[in-house]
């Protein structure tokens, strides 16, 4: 928390507290995300209907739709507001590493014993986050693709994949 709190990559909640347990926001994650990834949008970007453009996350948003590393919940809608799922949060890295051409050391990870569970988009990266190391299984060696991603959850993720980034470079 604190390494990504001096980057700017996570704040706390406004009340001096980083509040673990609370669930992260889609556009929360994705202001997390490109905050250690460096991508130039490729795109024009992708106009969302609930998305303000006057709004802290509309420029993070906007250049990761426009790279390809987030969709839409529909075709009109990024899903403003609503919690991350864990494989939303997997599908998301794992576009953004593509995207950004980053090469992470792949070990030979572990299947998850719900990987039926798993929605097909999300599959290959589930895959990738266990064979690299930056998003582990629940007890059980679960996966639990459709929970909700806490704080905690989400900061891990993005400080195993800044370690990994930096140490690719």
């Known amino acids: 928390i604190d390494a990504l709190t001096a980057r700017n990559i996570v704040s706390g909640t406004g009340d001096g507290r980083f509040a673990p347990s609370d669930t992260v926001k889609r556009e929360e994650f994705v202001k997390m995300l490109m905050g250690v990834v460096n991508i130039a949008a ?24 426009a790279s390809g590393i987030v969709l839409g919940v529909n075709d009109t809608e990024f899903g403003i507001g609503a919690e991350i799922t864990r494989e939303q949060m997997a599908a998301m890295v794992y576009r953004a590493v593509t995207a950004g051409g980053v090469y992470i050391v792949r070990t030979s990870g572990t299947a998850f014993a719900d990987s039926d569970s798993i929605s097909d988009y999300a599959k ?3 895959a990738f986050m266990s064979e690299t190391g930056i998003m582990n299984g629940k007890s059980g060696g679960m996966f639990d693709p459709s929970s909700t991603a806490t704080r905690a959850e989400a900061a891990k993720v993005i400080y195993e994949l800044l370690t990994r980034t930096e140490a690719s470079r």
């Open 124 to 126: 290959e990266a589930a």
């Open 42 to 65: 490729t795109g024009t970007g992708v106009e969302f209907a609930d998305a303000d453009k006057n709004a802290w996350y509309w420029q993070y948003v906007s250049k990761a739709a």
